[in-house]
């Protein structure tokens, strides 16, 4: 499995620096491979999310949790949240990718993670095939934050499978900011660019 390098999103030098442009009290965002269709990415994250191989992201959590580390040393996150795969879906597919990330990411911070907070309420259609705009209406709405009172004045890090348009962690990052939220960094996998 080939190791990755933090790819900086909204960094002034990067080279996608309007991705999650949407997100107020952005600290921080990134991603920890480039997607390319038939390359050894999408590889890798098909066998994280159809081939029964979870470990797979807990592994590279913990690279991109170590990476953070040395690049944050202070301001680290107080709490790490998974974007959420429905109920429905995640009893299909046995587990969710993205808890398998912020796991091996808050082992290599050494901070919390939890799948609890952040809910998928409705089960939306796949984002594959939509454009920015159809992605965010298809986004809309679908979140909700348990016991948002604990998120003021947190620095919260969302943690998702792979950044397209970035309207998935950005309708997830308003819910958290409207909770008072202090800085909100978010983390992918991979960039599909």
Not at 47 to 67: F, R
Not at 99 to 128: C, H, M, P
Request: proline fraction near 4%.
């Amino acid at each position: 499995m080939p190791r990755g390098k933090l790819i900086f999103i909204n960094d002034s030098n990067a080279e996608y620096p309007t991705k999650l442009q949407g997100i107020r009290n952005l600290h921080f965002s990134g991603s920890y491979y480039r997607f390319t269709k038939g390359g050894k990415v999408q590889k890798l994250l098909h066998a994280l999310k159809y081939s029964k191989k979870p470990e797979v992201g807990e592994l590279i959590g913990k690279w991109i949790g170590a990476e953070l580390k040395m690049l944050w040393k202070e301001n680290l996150p107080d709490l790490i949240l998974p974007v959420p795969l429905h109920p429905k879906k995640k009893r299909k597919r046995g587990y969710n990718q993205s808890d398998f990330l912020a796991r091996g990411i808050a082992s290599g911070l050494e901070i919390g993670w939890s799948e609890n907070y952040l809910k998928r309420i409705v089960n939306n259609a796949t984002q594959t095939r939509k454009n920015k705009v159809e992605r965010w209406q298809n986004v809309e709405k679908v979140f909700k934050l348990e016991q948002p009172y604990w998120f003021a004045l947190k620095h919260v890090l969302l943690v998702d499978d792979v950044l397209t348009t970035g309207s998935t962690l950005e309708a997830c990052a308003e819910i958290i900011n409207q909770a008072g939220a202090a800085s909100i960094s978010a983390i992918t996998l991979a960039d599909a660019g």
